[in-house]
């Protein structure tokens, strides 16, 4: 589970004024997937990159369960957030003259898991992401769309309980995006998965309830069905 409480992040932007994300609270729990959308700068990246403790809250609080139901404060045990998330971010974050078999293996290491267990992950990942024709291809050599499917691969090479997803079906051709759908479905039944995405028909799609970001607010979305007419109106309000 992950659940965002109070959240605030007050900091200077590239123009230099400040900018916040302020009054933000949210639960992502086992068995759902939560999608997360927005105009650029509306603070969505914010909020995800304290969910992966890559910076802490000003103020408010960031809290991920494990399947145990055990909770860690993210601000106060932030190795915790490498543990217990796996992220896939909108760019991929892959070392490019690193062969794909490689550079799972290391992505393993970093999780510390054992060589045995580290072969069993990356052997039934390589099969479901259909990796088997480029496992041995240096990435820079990839193609956008291979990339991002050893982005999603690393993310789950620790078989985390939660996963957040930043544009996962970037790069990805109709057909890989219907099957990674469906195996974003499957996941969702053991594991709390927040998606944060452009693409509001991918909301429709994949999740049991969806959040707008604006302006550094949070807006729930009352029906999925009519989310497109639901965002036109807040940030058109908004402008």
Same mark, same amino acid.
């Given at each position: 589970?992950?659940?965002?409480?109070?959240? #605030? %992040?007050?900091? %200077?932007? !590239?123009?230099?004024?400040?900018?916040?994300?302020?009054?933000?609270?949210?639960?992502v729990?086992?068995?759902?997937?939560?999608? +997360?959308?927005?105009p650029?700068?509306?603070?969505?990246?914010t909020?995800? =990159?304290?969910?992966?403790?890559? !910076?802490?809250?000003?103020?408010?609080?960031?809290?991920?369960?494990?399947?145990?139901?055990?909770?860690?404060?993210?601000?106060?045990?932030?190795? =915790?957030?490498?543990e217990? #998330?796996? /992220?896939?971010?909108?760019?991929?974050?892959?070392?490019?003259?690193? %062969?794909?078999?490689d550079?799972?293996?290391?992505?393993?290491? #970093? !999780?510390?898991?054992?060589?045995?267990? &580290?072969q069993?992950?990356?052997?039934?990942?390589?099969?479901?992401?259909?990796?088997?024709?480029?496992?041995?291809?240096?990435?820079?050599?990839l193609? %956008?769309?291979?990339?991002?499917?050893?982005?999603?691969?690393?993310?789950l090479?620790?078989?985390?309980?939660?996963?957040?997803?930043?544009?996962?079906?970037?790069?990805?051709?109709?057909?890989?995006?219907?099957?990674?759908?469906? /195996?974003?479905?499957?996941?969702? =039944?053991?594991?709390?998965? +927040?998606?944060?995405? !452009?693409?509001?028909?991918?909301?429709?799609?994949?999740?049991?309830? &969806?959040?707008?970001?604006?302006?550094?607010?949070? /807006?729930?979305?009352?029906?999925?069905?009519?989310?497109?007419q639901?965002f036109?109106? +807040?940030?058109?309000k908004?402008?």
């Amino acid at each position: 589970m992950i659940e965002v409480q109070d959240f #605030c %992040k007050e900091y %200077k932007s !590239h123009s230099k004024n400040t900018f916040r994300v302020q009054d933000i609270s949210f639960i992502v729990e086992k068995g759902g997937i939560i999608g +997360l959308v927005g105009p650029n700068g509306s603070g969505k990246s914010t909020i995800i =990159k304290a969910i992966c403790g890559f !910076h802490y809250p000003t103020s408010g609080s960031i809290y991920i369960s494990d399947n145990d139901n055990n909770r860690y404060d993210i601000s106060q045990t932030p190795e =915790k957030a490498m543990e217990l #998330c796996g /992220y896939v971010p909108e760019i991929t974050k892959l070392v490019p003259d690193m %062969k794909v078999i490689d550079f799972l293996n290391y992505a393993a290491k #970093c !999780h510390n898991l054992s060589y045995e267990t &580290a072969q069993s992950r990356i052997q039934k990942l390589c099969e479901d992401f259909e990796m088997s024709e480029f496992i041995n291809n240096l990435i820079k050599n990839l193609s %956008k769309g291979q990339q991002q499917r050893v982005s999603f691969a690393q993310s789950l090479i620790h078989d985390p309980a939660n996963l957040v997803l930043d544009e996962p079906i970037n790069g990805l051709d109709p057909s890989q995006i219907i099957t990674l759908r469906k /195996y974003i479905n499957e996941l969702s =039944k053991t594991k709390s998965i +927040l998606i944060s995405t !452009h693409i509001l028909s991918e909301v429709n799609n994949l999740c049991k309830n &969806a959040f707008i970001m604006n302006k550094g607010r949070l /807006y729930n979305v009352k029906n999925l069905a009519n989310i497109e007419q639901e965002f036109l109106n +807040l940030t058109e309000k908004e402008l």
